[in-house]
């Protein structure tokens, strides 16, 4: 799908894990601000054909790493397109927004979301970076990605408490923050999950119209918390990001 390898480019510094690049008024120049600040974006995508219509887009933007997306809230439309995902996966590094949402708002269409889960975690191979959403699902998520053998995954905005943090933490998934969590009550996902497990994230558009100074920000938070040089950080999160990557052996 014409992405650069990790280690190919320069744009190591700084790695924004979940952001809806596309869904900004402006998504050119948001991959531009990426680019031009060195720092690498996973662009994570709704449907497997907004991931098709955006790689276009990036062939100027080695910064910016497409994430074949089939976001659950999106499940009635992402039915219709099992076939593509299938067809593009074996080809992507990265690979979300997918996952199961059973709030309020997506409980109503939770056997669609679980059948379209079903059909695409045996297509997920070794080697893909995978961001997961989870909300009010953690349980059900997990014992999917048990019964697939999908692993390692990174929980996107974790919100499910400590007690599942360190369940899925001894399973050997990740974790990426927000500035939001680090500004409210889950911020003690920090106390938790151990440094080499931690990842970062904007969300934005969701989150932030202003995603690479949330990353700042969030990068600065932990050199705060972790006591080490934001340069450690830097490394460290490259190290995590690099890892994060499912395996045959999980």
Not at 12 to 32: E, L
Not at 142 to 156: A, I, W
Not at 195 to 219: A, M, V
Request: charged share 25%.
């Amino acid at each position: 799908a014409g992405l650069v390898p990790m280690g190919s480019c320069d744009y190591t510094m700084r790695i924004d894990t979940h952001c809806h690049v596309d869904m900004f008024d402006d998504p050119i120049g948001v991959a531009k601000a990426y680019q031009n600040a060195e720092t690498i974006c996973v662009l994570a995508t709704m449907l497997p054909s907004h991931y098709q219509a955006a790689l276009p887009h990036l062939k100027p933007f080695p910064a910016i790493r497409p994430a074949l997306g089939m976001h659950p809230l999106r499940a009635t439309e992402g039915r219709k397109e099992i076939d593509l995902f299938h067809d593009l996966c074996d080809f992507v590094e990265c690979i979300g927004e997918i996952g199961l949402d059973l709030s309020a708002e997506g409980k109503k269409s939770e056997a669609t979301q679980t059948e379209n889960l079903r059909k695409i975690l045996p297509l997920i191979r070794d080697g893909k970076f995978v961001t997961h959403h989870s909300r009010n699902a953690h349980n059900e998520l997990t014992m999917l990605l048990d019964e697939y053998s999908v692993g390692p995954v990174c929980f996107h905005y974790f919100i499910g408490g400590l007690q599942w943090a360190s369940r899925l933490l001894a399973k050997g998934h990740y974790f990426s923050v927000n500035q939001r969590m680090i500004a409210g009550k889950h911020r003690r996902i920090i106390d938790v999950v151990p440094k080499n497990r931690i990842l970062i994230e904007s969300d934005g558009p969701f989150l932030t119209k202003r995603p690479l100074s949330t990353i700042q920000e969030t990068y600065s938070y932990l050199s705060d918390v972790w006591n080490i040089a934001i340069t450690e950080v830097e490394r460290q999160l490259e190290r995590n990001f690099k890892a994060c990557r499912t395996r045959k052996d999980f």
